[in-house]
């Protein structure tokens, strides 16, 4: 399948909500019961338009994949809300310990 060309000055954020209910369903293959579970529960938070319809964005739909895994492999929606809670602090922590290993670099850099 050919690659569509985005228009200069029309690239979408990976965490920006674009796409519908019912698109995110079904590119998710999943019912639009089971999305609004899904935040029911905590396990995601799509954007709203100024009318209030959810807007799914990439990053929600890479995190909808997720959950449908967990669930396939077995574990409850309570599990997969512990999975991804931990999976979100341990990405968090990482991002500090980078943060704070660029910090020590540039300290040893400077001159002095």
């Known amino acids: 399948m050919?690659?569509?060309?985005?228009?200069?000055?029309?690239e979408v954020e990976s965490a920006q909500g674009v796409f519908g209910i019912s698109v995110t369903a079904a590119l998710v293959?999943?019912?639009?019961?089971?999305?609004?579970?899904?935040?029911?529960?905590g396990l995601l938070e799509p954007s709203r338009s100024a009318g209030g319809t959810r807007l799914y964005s990439a990053d929600?739909?890479?995190?909808?994949?997720?959950?449908?895994?967990?669930?396939?492999?077995?574990?409850?929606?309570?599990?997969?809300?512990?999975?991804l809670e931990l999976e979100d602090d341990n990405t968090r922590l990482r991002a500090d310990h980078q943060r704070l290993l660029d910090d020590r670099r540039r300290e040893d850099a400077a001159p002095g």
């Open 2 to 10: 050919a690659q569509r060309e985005v228009p200069p000055g029309r």
């Open 29 to 41: 293959g999943t019912g639009v019961q089971n999305l609004r579970l899904y935040e029911r529960r």
């Open 60 to 83: 929600d739909i890479e995190r909808l994949h997720r959950i449908t895994g967990l669930l396939a492999a077995g574990l409850n929606l309570a599990g997969v809300a512990r999975v």
